[in-house]
């Protein structure tokens, strides 16, 4: 399985940016797609997920209501568009990819991860 990930960058307090990760390999439906990030500084945390089966989704809380995870299964990709942009945001986005059905991973389940892909948000 890979995974790559693109779609970071620069972007104002506010603004919008869509994080893109495509997926090759993933021969099973019983996988949970996701997003987590690490900011300098800081440990790494699980942004969003996606059941790749069931399409159930789980949001950090900070990010809920302004980031919204898709998936299509038919591409073997998910998304994150990320509105409302915040400098508390800024941090390296990962895509990864866990094994597991019926509930969303911790950190430590991932079978996967893809390159980081940096956002920044400053004006």
């Known amino acids: 399985v890979q995974l790559q990930a693109s779609g970071g960058g620069l972007a104002q307090p506010g603004g919008t940016l869509r994080l893109s990760c495509a997926a090759s390999?993933?021969?099973?439906?019983?996988?949970?797609l996701g997003w987590l990030r690490q900011a300098p500084g800081k440990e790494r945390e699980g942004v969003a997920w996606?059941?790749?089966?069931?399409?159930?989704?789980k949001y950090l809380e900070a990010v809920k209501g302004r980031f919204t995870i898709s998936s299509d299964n038919s591409k073997d990709a998910v998304y994150l568009q990320m509105n409302s942009l915040q400098p508390e945001d800024t941090a390296m986005y990962y895509c990864?990819?866990?094994?597991?059905?019926?509930?969303?991973?911790?950190?430590?389940?991932?079978?996967?991860w893809g390159r980081g892909t940096l956002v920044t948000v400053s004006s």
């Open positions: 996606i059941s790749r089966r069931e399409g159930t989704t």
């Open positions: 990864a990819a866990a094994a597991v059905d019926g509930y969303f991973p911790e950190e430590d389940e991932v079978n996967y």
């Open positions: 390999g993933l021969t099973s439906p019983y996988y949970v």
